[in-house]
């Protein structure tokens, strides 16, 4: 090694691994005796060393050479552990001698041409310093029930049951935010760019002609075979390559199915915070697990992040069925309290009149 390092001048050594050159010694005296001897040659070349080593346990902290979680500046611990037949690799700096670091497991990926991409969080909450704008939903009945319009930068979830219209909501907010001439860009996770533009069409929303127009851009990913973590980056790509006004995910309760809550949760709230940094409006999707159900179909940590919270839901009045719509949240600005009834046919969706008290709620 020490001829090796003198002879180029090399700055940097890399040892990959110690099992590789230790595989010949039993005696595990023997092996901390030269680990020793190898870390104070580097020490006297004044090189950086990076030394890779195998861990036989999962969970193990440590590797079966022991001795560098005491002799090294820095540890680094990495894991691939599996979730219902899915797999998850992480990345967690353990110690890092003389300063501050992040503490945690954060998962990444590797992709081509990028080798590792991590999933950390872009910031903490709270340090963003944007102008607090607020612009229109792209619905004017839908202004009308938040005093004019969402904040830019903020994050809306959409949350309902199966058939209240999450999607068509969206496609409609995106019509009207591309006929001002801004910027959209669409992810959908549970059906084909056929059947989006399909239905799209069938709304008289024609998002084929913006997209020519370089004001829009469509994204069918399917997280069953992409993996969660490869789905955030290429979101995060997407938007970096496009710069949007808005973004728009259909729906995150597709990214549940195929992960744990903790990956899940983390994953949300890093798309969040990155929207939130870049300045960009979100709106997100959920679907309520079944119809009576209160919950945001998110979960909790979810429903306190989002600046704002839509909430559709079916009510059953004078046996019919009829649709409601309330904003639940609509963070440091006023709205409507009360549900309101709208109506889905071959021109779009309509909010119209506030429900009647002899509504129920529909289950």
């Known amino acids: 090694i020490q001829a090796a390092v003198e002879k180029i001048g090399a700055k940097r050594v890399v040892l990959d691994s110690l099992a590789a050159l230790f595989t010949q010694f039993p005696d595990a005296s023997l092996i901390r005796k030269e680990i020793l001897r190898i870390k104070s040659c580097l020490n006297t070349l004044s090189v950086t060393s ?35 037949e899915y797999r998850r690799r992480t990345i967690e700096i353990l110690k890092y001698r003389g300063t501050s670091h992040k503490k945690g497991q954060y998962s990444f990926t590797i992709r081509d041409n990028r080798g590792i991409v991590i999933i950390s969080f872009e910031r903490e909450p709270n340090v963003y310093h944007h102008e607090r704008q607020r612009i229109s939903s792209g619905l004017e009945d839908l202004d009308g029930l938040i005093d004019g319009g969402f904040f830019q930068g903020s994050s809306i979830l959409i949350s309902g049951q199966t058939g209240t219209g999450k999607t068509l909501l969206l496609l409609s ?10 910027k959209c860009i669409l992810f959908n996770f549970e ?19 913006k997209e020519q127009e370089g004001l829009f851009r469509l994204l069918c990913l399917y997280p069953e075979s992409t993996g969660i973590e490869d789905l955030i980056v290429e979101i995060k790509t997407a938007i970096q390559t496009f710069s949007p006004d808005r973004v728009f995910i259909d729906s995150i309760s597709a990214l549940e199915r195929i992960t744990s809550e903790i990956t899940y949760r983390e994953s949300l709230i890093n798309v969040i915070l990155y929207l939130r940094e870049m300045n960009i409006i979100g709106f997100l999707t959920s679907t309520t697990p079944t119809f009576a159900s209160p919950s945001f179909g998110s979960g909790i940590h979810i429903s306190t992040l989002s600046d704002a919270i839509i909430l559709l839901r079916y009510f059953e009045q004078e046996g019919k069925l009829i649709r409601g719509m309330a904003i639940m949240k609509l963070r440091d600005s006023d709205h409507s309290k009360s549900f309101m009834e709208y109506q889905i046919d071959g021109t779009g969706i309509h909010i119209l009149k506030p429900i009647e008290q002899n509504a129920g709620i529909f289950s």
């Open 50 to 84: 990076i030394i890779t080593s195998e861990r036989y346990e999962d969970h193990a902290l440590n590797s079966h050479y022991d001795i560098m979680d005491f002799v090294s500046d820095n540890l680094i611990i990495l894991k691939n552990t599996s979730f219902n």
């Open 173 to 182: 907010m995106i019509e009207g935010a591309l006929n001002r001439g801004e």
């Open 191 to 209: 059906e084909s760019r056929d059947q989006i533009l399909k239905k799209a069409h069938n709304w008289n929303i024609d998002l084929e002609q």
